[in-house]
């Protein structure tokens, strides 16, 4: 396989990689971590942005975020983006801090979130099967113009085939790290 749809194809994979990364950060666990507000969006000056682009949100305590805005006025507009979430989580505000105590989950809870995670690895899973799908179809191209020889078409969807197997067994590793982490007391 040339190096520039190798190269090409890696770099699809490691994107994929990452936004499962950002995926199982979104996703709740028993602990407080500032990434579970990332998906939110606070509708403010007209316009709809992330939390972390009109607050800073920091961690003081395992259990606990807090979330201060640049400007007091966004503070109804904040709680207001939280309750809508799907995360579940009350804010409780004295009009300048948002305090947000992150509550233990429950058993049953434990076992949805590892159902999300499950159901976006595999989600992940396909993306990646694609891009090696997409790839091989490259080669077949090639192959067919002539470009590359049979041996090289075989040599080629043999490396994308390895690519595609590392990342798999990357996003389960993450998966298996994520589960980990949901289930922990």
Known sequence: MPDDDYNKTEGKMKDVVEA???EF???RTGRANPALLDRVNVEAYGDVYPINQVASVSVPEPRLLVI?????????????A???SDLALTPMS???IIRIPIPTLTEDRRRELVKVARKVAEEMR?????IRRE????????????EITEDDLRRGQDDVQKLTD????EIDSLLETKEAEIMEF
């Open 20 to 22: 499962t990364r950002k």
């Open 82 to 84: 939280i309750l809508k």
């Open 166 to 169: 590392a990342f798999i067994a």
């Open 25 to 27: 950060a979104s996703i």
């Open 68 to 80: 201060q805005p640049w400007d007091r006025k966004l503070v109804p507009d904040i709680e207001r």
């Open 94 to 96: 004295d009009g300048s």
């Open 135 to 146: 790839a091989i179809d490259i080669l077949r191209e090639k192959e067919k113009n002539k």
């Open 126 to 130: 396909i993306r990646v099967r694609n």
